[in-house]
């Protein structure tokens, strides 16, 4: 081959393996994403509706994962385990002594979608690319996000717990901080911790048979979508909504929580605005 | 919505002017549907699947046209799911629209690709696009492909683009240079080369860093990262060696810093307890290489791969069979029969040091021995190290025109736990003997049947299968198999399980290159791989209705 056709045949490779060369080393320089640790401010309050069931293996590390999250957002986190679906089914996993199924978890599972794998949760009822079951590894960023928006509607609780009659009686109030349309709706749910019985954990190993079962959904004071209180809101507007309920047998107060949170309903969005919670009994 | 109007505007424009044009237009097209009718039992599918408790009756179908003219190649494909159980089992999934569009031309040196592409490079170790139907595999890279012949020899390949999600687009960008050569060297060209060199960039969008961020953000000191790269760089060198009778093949791969999510490792949560899985920063790598042997009647194959880290996906967050922008080779037989294909063990990303061997060899023409070993393990683990090894048997015996037999046996030990996350189910043992004959009445007429038992004391315990096909040639086929629980395991609870039978019946009738097929189908609850690649499937009972089509 002569020279020149050796320069000829061997020029393409060397631009090639030039191109090659800056398509590597333009990864070498490059502005790094800095992180930094979250601190929460400000009082919208984020609800996580964690799905979970007796049979479900993985779905404990979920619920360490959202005692993480209270524990560094104790003032903007509420959340709730729904025993629903597949694996909450006793029918097939007949594991312990409870059915900690509700009508209600049924209801939900359904109507925020099933999940496509577990731990899987929601939060603010508010899709993330599309998905409204967020993995565990998207909750934190997921609240973080959600956080750092102020709250357009504000909320509080009051409730009177008579431990004679086991009746519980909950007023939920509420003000406009901004101008909304669609319809608004109130939920309101009752949770309770320290429920002793057992659940799979793979971590653990297989079936733990006294795990401590946490924000267990036991019962909503409101229809489980929601109940319709206004068809819109503007800035100052102020609602109060009371329901009562006389507490299960089986229910021990001091361990419950009532959750209350309102959303928009526009169709098939219905993101939550903002929430609030408080012991059920003093 | 809009683009597609205008791109179908533009494709049929051009279509119609260059076919007055007077060049030959030439239209192709195939289809493949599957539907299914549901049929709820009680004893095998679990409740709470809607399509057996409302939906009765799911599709999925892929149509796909072809137009080529002048040079220019344009091609589109149309997907349906309806109700379909492909993207996730329990649940059902409907969507529909174009799944697929290109144009292509080539000009002289250059071809160029726009629009969805499948492509790979190298064996697919850092890239990847390909499409795998039944586990909804589908990531084409969205955009620009070029390809240029520097010599008659020597290839260079650019991409541009952004990795297919189901309808929509994952939102970092890839791009992606390849070149490919082949070298002849020695007296009379016995020995070649194939060498190669490819090079993928990912880049993040701002959203994913954000997202990505804001959970890092929550990590405690233990396992904080304090930055995090836009830009993950994945290389890789590979080569063919062919000499004579021999054929080596090697490939190693080198990827940057990236965060990916580490199944296996540990986090300390705020609370202080302890917690499995969580992102790291980190580089990785793959080393591949397989060697073989053919001639005489004798082949030998052995393959090598030690992967580590080598996660590599469009989105940080996404997991399973979704997002994978590359393709690690799987290091274990692909075995086709009912039982013996039960317990496939998936390509591990983060850790796996796997070997393989294959040995055939015909005695004669008539007789011929296969025996394959594959030992699968995870040295940078703790527990679970030693995951998977089989031995799989076969011997091929054959009368001319008139039978063949095929029987083996197969031993596998496979950790379920592991591979099926199933906490405390213990390592599967099991002893699989086959025998599959078939049988020709006639130059139209023959019978097929399968006989195989799995005897293993884990799991659902001890199965026995059997099939008979009779195909009337050229055209129908009839089926008729059952998947018998023979001995079943002893459950957590102390009880036996039950013996159930997963019947199939079904008929195939062809004709030209039409396929239409009817099977009711029982089938157990398994795991189902495509190249490595698994997802765990519920029970199905009803009815299978396949057609397909090549136009």
């Known amino acids: 081959m002569s020279n020149r056709n050796k320069y000829t045949a061997y020029l393409p490779l060397l631009t090639s393996g030039v191109f090659l060369l800056c398509l590597v080393l333009s990864s070498c320089y490059e502005q790094q994403k800095v992180i930094e640790p979250f601190v929460p401010s400000g009082n919208h309050v984020v609800l996580l509706e964690e799905f979970t069931g007796k049979g479900c293996t993985n779905c404990p590390k979920g619920s360490r994962e959202l005692e993480n999250l209270l524990t560094q957002f104790p003032n903007n986190l509420v959340a709730v385990s729904l025993h ?3 694996f909450a089914n006793p029918q097939f996993f007949p594991l312990g002594n409870y059915d900690l199924r509700t009508d209600e978890g049924e209801l939900l599972i359904n109507y925020l979608s099933l999940p496509i794998g577990y731990p ?27 956080i750092q928006v102020p709250p357009a509607i504000e909320l509080s609780i009051v409730r009177t717990y008579d431990a004679l009659t086991r009746q519980v009686v909950v007023t939920v ?16 749910m009752l949770t309770e911790s320290g429920i002793v019985d057992a659940q799979d954990d793979l971590e653990a190993g297989g079936i733990v048979l006294d795990y401590v079962h946490k924000h267990v959904l036991r019962d909503m004071l409101t229809p489980s979508t929601g109940a319709n209180i206004l068809d819109g809101i503007s800035v100052g507007q102020t609602f109060s909504q009371t329901y009562s309920k006389t507490l299960e047998d089986i229910w021990v107060a001091d361990d419950m929580e009532i959750i209350a949170f309102v959303s928009l309903v526009n169709g098939s969005n219905f993101p939550v605005l903002q929430a609030a919670t408080v012991h059920l009994a003093d | 919505m809009l683009l597609y109007r205008i791109l179908t505007l533009v494709v049929f424009s051009t279509l119609s002017s260059l076919v007055y044009s007077q060049e030959q237009l030439s239209l192709s097209g195939s289809l493949d549907n599957n539907t299914y009718f549901y049929i709820y039992d009680d004893k095998i599918v679990p409740p709470g699947i809607p399509q057996y408790e409302r939906q009765q009756i799911g599709l999925d179908t892929w149509l796909s046209l072809r137009a080529q003219i002048a040079g220019f190649d344009f091609g589109m494909r149309y997907d349906i799911f309806e109700n379909s159980a492909l993207l996730n089992p329990t649940d059902s999934y409907t969507a529909q629209g174009i799944g697929r569009w290109y144009a292509g031309k080539k000009i002289g040196k250059l071809s160029l690709l726009g629009g969805y592409i499948y492509d790979q490079f190298g064996s697919g170790i850092i890239f990847r696009a390909y499409e795998e139907r039944p586990q909804l595999i589908d990531n084409a890279l969205v955009g620009l492909k070029l390809n240029y012949q520097l010599t ?7 991409i541009a683009g952004r990795q297919k999600d189901l309808f929509g687009l994952y939102e970092s960008v890839l791009t992606g240079t390849n070149i490919d050569g082949f070298v002849t060297v020695g007296k009379k060209d016995k020995i070649s080369i194939a060498p190669g060199f490819g090079v993928i960039h990912k880049t993040l969008s701002d959203d994913q860093m954000e997202a990505l961020a804001g959970t890092l953000a929550q990590y405690t000191p233990e396992d904080f990262i304090d930055s995090v790269p836009y830009n993950t760089v994945a290389m890789s060198v590979y080569n063919t060696l062919s000499a004579g009778r021999f054929s080596w093949y090697a490939e190693g791969a080198y990827k940057t810093e990236e965060v990916i999510f580490d199944n296996y490792a540990t986090s300390t949560l705020w609370t202080g ?42 989105d940080p967050f996404v997991t399973g069979n979704r997002g994978m922008i590359n393709f690690l080779p799987p290091m274990s037989r692909v075995n086709t029969y009912r039982l013996t294909s039960r317990y496939a063990p998936a390509t591990q990303e983060l850790d796996e040091q796997a070997l393989q061997l294959d040995v055939r060899y015909a005695i004669s023409k008539n007789l011929s021995i296969l025996v394959n070993y ?20 076969q011997f091929t015996l054959k009368k001319p025109k008139k039978w063949t037999m095929i029987s083996g046996v197969q031993y596998q030990r496979y950790d379920q736990e592991l591979y099926q996350g199933k906490a405390g189910a213990p390592i599967v043992k099991a ?13 139209k007429k023959s019978l097929r049947t399968e006989v195989q038992y799995m005897a293993t004391k884990q799991d659902y315990g001890s199965w026995i299968y059997g099939l008979a096909e009779f195909s009337i040639s050229p055209h129908w086929l009839f089926e008729l198999s059952d998947m018998y629980n023979i001995a079943p395991s002893v459950k957590e609870d102390g009880k036996k399980g039950e013996k159930l039978h997963y019947p199939t019946a079904g008929v195939v009738y062809s004709s030209g290159s039409t396929r239409y097929s009817l099977r009711y189908v029982k089938q157990v609850e398994g795991v189902v791989c495509s190249g490595g690649i698994c997802r765990l499937e519920p029970a199905f009972s009803g009815v299978k209705l396949n057609i397909s089509a090549n136009f």
Do not use: C, M
């Not at chain 2, 008659?152 to 650019?158: A, E, H």
């Not at chain 2, 073989?292 to 996906?313: D, H, M, P, V």
């Not at chain 2, 002893?431 to 130059?443: G, N, V």
């Open chain 1, 84 to 86: 629903a679906g597949f």
């Open chain 1, 120 to 146: 899987s949760g929601v939060v603010n009822r508010t899709p993330v690319s599309g998905d409204i079951q967020l993995g565990l590894n998207q909750w934190a960023s997921a609240i973080t996000s959600a």
């Open chain 2, 431 to 443: 002893i699989t003997p086959y025998i599959d004959f078939l049988y020709k009445f006639d130059q």
């Open chain 2, 273 to 314: 307890v302890k917690s499995v899985g969580k992102f790291n920063l980190t580089d990785g790598y793959v080393f591949y290489t397989t060697l073989s042997y053919a001639g005489g009647g004798l082949g030998i194959s052995g393959q090598y791969k030690r992967t580590s880290n080598f996660n590599f996906r469009a």
């Open chain 2, 374 to 393: 594959a030992h699968i393990t995870r040295p940078e683990a703790e527990t679970h190290s030693n995951i998977y090894d089989e031995v799989f048997t």
């Open chain 1, 173 to 188: 109030n509420g003000i406009g901080k901004e101008v909304l349309e669609g319809e608004i709706r109130l939920s309101i």
């Open chain 2, 152 to 158: 008659p020899n020597w290839t260079l390949k650019g």
